[in-house]
């Protein structure tokens, strides 16, 4: 059997013995070699350093000549979440202007550490701890290494976030064919966050706005609204827009899309605030009623069994009463439009729209103090688009054709009609 030669890298000497090998690789190895020590990560940004160094050697040569005197200057780049020195050569034309190396922008670019300060801090490591979970690189590189101090780690996640919700409250809205709008709000620092959650023709969900104020008034969800239409979004078809039950919100929306918008509002949060006003005893008959109701496939039935139900509570729990009839019509626009199955348990709660809330909250937990609305804004936004990374289509989104054509008819019912008669007529 074969044997095949190895090279074995224990120590310097080792390298420095190895025949036939220019002075500079001979002390490149000698680093990899002690870095090898340090484990396989240590090893590989040794080398890496080492071939961004010979890059660096290379470019200058084909402006420069070949190597001969020359100043070194000692610059910070980037590696694996925090800046560490290397030695960049340096050279001037003959009329004394800087020969710039592209390499060395390349690799001094802030990109991937920026990058890398991010998805720590979404995914709740504080400031303090970014330095001690950092890769194992090497004693020599780890001591020399900067910008992994509090300070550091937290300009760069202003920055960072600042972008994320420039990019969130810019985008261009009239390039999506949005059937589907979901509004809710999250609770900050004694602020309210009013989010919105769009869904597409063929069922993909984008995070399109957010809008900060103290409460879920009707001021905060215009203003919300009215930034998405002049961003882009067309009302013209119809519009399914799915809300948590707030009165605001519902005033909201008529007030900025009209009759071209069909109200949803939230089953769950009915069924939850109607819980609030019963005692233990009397909450489950009452929600099975209620969840029998809400299923019934004539909604005009379901809207006959809930208005009955109300009136079975008004004698002993009145405030239940007028909760459960407060909106009752807009629980049932869904089924209204000819919807059911898997599409329609999607679109009568605000679930997509809570969940992408609760993925955005995670990313806050480690907040202990709340400096300013832009500071709520600006995590909120991070954690939405955090958040779109893990979407998927929603839960039944090969039914979204139907929703379409009934949207349609929703909004254009004149037209509808006229076809039904010719219809007929045929």
């Known amino acids: 059997m074969k044997t095949l030669p190895t090279v074995g890298l224990a120590d310097a000497s080792n390298a420095a013995g190895l025949p036939d090998l220019p002075e500079e690789i001979q002390l490149a190895m000698s680093d990899i070699a002690g870095a090898a020590r340090e484990g396989l990560l240590a090893m590989s940004v040794a ?3 080492a071939v961004m160094q010979a890059m660096f050697e290379a470019e200058i040569a084909e402006v420069a000549g070949p190597k001969g005197k020359h100043y070194r200057n000692r610059i910070a780049v980037r590696l694996g979440g925090r800046r560490v020195p290397v030695s960049r050569p340096r050279a001037r034309t003959l009329d004394g202007r800087e020969v710039p190396l592209s390499s060395y922008t390349h690799f001094a670019a802030d ?8 998805e720590r801090m979404l995914a709740g490591v504080a400031t303090r701890r970014h330095a001690r979970i950092a890769e194992p690189v090497g004693a020599q590189v780890g001591e020399e290494a900067k910008s992994t101090s509090r300070s550091a780690i937290s300009r760069r996640f202003i920055r960072q976030t600042e972008t994320a919700l420039a990019e969130l409250m810019s985008r261009d ?5 949005i059937k589907v709008l979901m509004l809710d709000g999250e609770h900050l620092a004694e602020r309210c966050v009013v989010v919105a959650l769009a869904i597409t023709a063929d069922g993909t969900k984008v995070p399109v706005g957010l809008w900060d104020g103290s409460t879920e008034n009707k001021t905060v969800v215009r203003s919300l609204l009215a930034d998405l239409v002049a961003r882009g979004l067309a009302v013209d078809d119809g519009l399914l827009v799915v809300i ?4 605001a919100l519902s005033a909201a929306v008529r007030e900025v899309f009209g009759a071209k918008a069909a109200i949803q509002r939230c089953t769950l949060h009915k069924r939850r605030n109607l819980a609030d006003h019963l005692p233990d005893k009397e909450q489950a008959w009452v929600d099975a009623k209620l969840v029998k109701a809400f299923a019934h496939p004539d909604p005009d039935a379901g809207r006959r069994n809930a208005k009955h139900l109300a009136g079975q509570l008004d004698k002993n729990y009145p405030s239940a009463a007028a909760s459960l009839r407060e909106g009752l019509e807009e629980m049932f626009t869904v089924a209204r439009l000819g919807i059911d199955g898997r599409l329609a348990k999607t679109l009568t709660t605000s679930n997509p729209v809570e969940s992408m809330i609760s993925i955005a909250r995670a990313t ?3 907040v202990t103090r709340w400096r300013d609305g832009q500071m709520v ?3 909120t936004a991070a954690g939405m688009l955090n958040a779109e990374r893990s979407f ?3 839960k039944g989104h090969k039914q979204m054709p139907q929703l379409v054509t009934a949207l349609h008819r929703h909004a254009h019912p004149k037209t509808a009609e006229d076809t039904d008669t010719v219809g007929a007529a045929a």
């Open 173 to 177: 809205l009239s390039e999506l064919d």
């Open 364 to 366: 806050n937990r480690n």
């Open 392 to 394: 998927r289509r929603i």
């Open 47 to 49: 080398a890496g350093m």
């Open 377 to 379: 804004l600006r995590w």
């Open 111 to 118: 990109d991937l550490l920026t990058e890398v300060v991010m």
């Open 244 to 247: 948590d039950g707030a009165k």
